[in-house]
């Protein structure tokens, strides 16, 4: 469970930031746990890449939620870019991740809502994402935040 004082509510104590270069080790650490949440896993240096564009690159956003002790409970990943049917740029809510014992505090919701406020400042027409059909705990929120469109996602991976 999350490090908080006895009667303090969780929701108003944790801090929504960016990621910064200090946090890769407890970043690394959720990151293997979302992994293998969905029974993949990813070569080191693909996973230290991602570590290093969500520090430096312009278009990918990395924001951490954390406790009152500091320690990271959750992450979500963001991808801006253009699109051909507005004017404005849009944000792929790529990743999103709460550790299990910090789940149902509304953490995952806060992360979305920083993502929502970030695309507004940045001029973005929407932002979407995508999860498991059967992540039915996940939609239960995400039919809160956001309209579930009919959209059927196809994907070919090349080598």
Not at 122 to 130: D, E, F, L, M, S
């Amino acid at each position: 469970m999350p490090t908080l004082p006895t009667g303090t509510n969780i929701l108003t104590s944790i801090d929504i930031r960016s990621l910064t270069a200090a946090d890769q080790a407890a970043w690394h650490t959720l990151w293997q746990q979302y992994l293998d949440f969905y029974h993949t896993g990813l070569p080191e240096n693909v996973s230290r890449h991602t570590w290093q564009r969500l520090l430096n690159h312009p278009q990918m956003h990395g924001w951490g939620a954390f406790d009152v002790s500091g320690s990271l409970l959750g992450f979500a990943h963001a991808v801006q870019h253009p699109n051909t049917w507005h004017i404005g740029e849009c944000l792929y809510l790529e990743d999103l991740f709460v550790q299990p014992e910090a789940r149902r505090h509304g953490i995952a919701r806060r992360l979305i809502e920083t993502a929502y406020v970030h695309a507004a400042a940045a001029g973005c027409n929407r932002v979407y994402w995508v999860t498991d059909s059967d992540n039915h705990t996940a939609q239960t929120l995400y039919r809160q935040l956001a309209r579930q469109s009919d959209v059927v996602l196809f994907r070919h991976d090349l080598p």
